[in-house]
């Protein structure tokens, strides 16, 4: 009897044991996990269906290169490229965060298909530790502004600075809004890497975005990976 040493996808054992188990209705050689007995194919045709292919997806999102870039690398379609970013999306959670904490907002323009497009991305960082509490993707309104300083609230913040945006003062209380000089650094440094980092942000480039679903996705892997 063939033995077969692989890491199941399917259950938490590493370096496990597989078996020969029969074949598959296109004549591929089915194995079964010796830990979970749940059957796999371990070797594909197709690219995509590789065990460590969300996390290569995951690791090339992070590092900023695009949809066609990516998909060039690992040598799967663009369809099915999107398809996993949205499905690997869907699966992180929101990120807990913690009472009495200071935070930074601010908001960052880009386009989306056309420069007539104009969205903007508002979203906040833990002053302390720099990660993204919340963001939100839409047009520059009190509605767009209000969904992140609404998450912000809601865990009883000590303070949160911003810049001198007149709608900061109508949506944030006064006891817990500050526009203190220097007190952006870290959330404008922020903006920075990202629009370094995701073409599609940069002020001058030939990158954009066709989709918000798509850059909702990447930005949940880009910032709660």
Same mark, same amino acid.
């Given at each position: ?69 990516? +998909? ?16 690997? +999306? ?31 991305? +508002? ?19 009190? @509605?767009?502004?209000?969904?992140? /300083? ?21 949506? /944030? ?12 650094? @870290? ?7 990202? @629009? ?13 975005? @066709? ?9 949940? /892997?880009?910032?709660?990976?």
């Amino acid at each position: 009897m063939e033995v077969k040493i692989y890491s199941c996808s399917k259950c938490v054992g590493r370096n496990v044991e597989f078996i020969k188990y029969g074949k598959t209705s296109s004549g591929k050689q089915r194995y079964q996990c010796t830990n979970c007995k749940k059957t796999s194919v371990l070797k594909f045709t197709y690219n995509a269906y590789k065990q460590n292919t969300n996390e290569k997806i995951i690791q090339f999102t992070k590092e900023g290169l695009g949809i066609r870039s990516t +998909a060039r690398v690992l040598k799967i379609s663009a369809t099915t490229l999107l398809s996993r970013i949205i499905k690997i +999306a869907k699966a992180i959670p929101r990120p807990v965060l913690s009472f009495g904490k200071i935070y930074e907002m601010d908001e960052i323009r880009f386009f989306v298909k056309k420069k007539k497009r104009t969205f903007w991305l +508002a979203y906040a960082i833990d002053k302390e530790t720099r990660k993204v509490a919340g963001f939100y993707i839409g047009r520059r309104t009190n @509605r767009t502004l209000k969904a992140v /300083i609404k998450t912000l609230l809601n865990s009883k913040p000590l303070k949160i600075f911003t810049d001198k945006l007149r709608n900061y003062q109508y949506l /944030i209380p006064e006891k817990f809004h500050s526009t203190r000089r220097f007190s952006t650094n @870290r959330i404008e440094r922020k903006n920075l890497t990202i @629009r370094t980092h995701l073409k599609r942000f940069s002020r001058k480039t030939i990158c954009f975005s @066709r989709s918000l679903v798509i850059i909702s996705a990447i930005l949940k /892997i880009y910032f709660w990976w």
